[in-house]
């Protein structure tokens, strides 16, 4: 359990670096970041050989792909939650 709540919090840290450089994009072409996609991927911005619109699309995926797992490890240890406090209560129970 310890190492999933570790897992966690490097997930949510690895989270809040990304949007802070989601944000600096976001500020610097003055557009949100889910405009971005959506004009990308309908093309009605010009893919020029542009680092940074690289470097925005890989962020925005990242930032997702973070959120993913770490929705799935907060899932995970509920569930083992509910396993330690199911098993505690049939040890009450034994115990009574």
């Not at 690895?14 to 003055?30: D, V």
């Not at 990308?40 to 050989?49: D, R």
């Amino acid at each position: 359990m310890v190492k999933t709540t570790d897992r966690l919090q490097e997930i949510k840290n690895s989270i809040l670096e990304t949007q802070e450089r989601l944000q600096g994009f976001e500020e610097k072409y003055k557009i949100s970041t889910e405009e971005f996609l959506n004009h990308f991927e309908t093309e009605q911005l010009e893919h020029q050989l542009n680092m940074d619109f690289d470097e925005w699309m890989g962020e925005a995926w990242m930032l997702d792909k973070l959120q993913n797992k770490y929705q799935e490890l907060q899932e995970i240890e509920l569930c083992y939650l509910k396993i330690i406090l199911s098993k505690f209560s049939k040890l009450l129970t034994l115990t009574s």
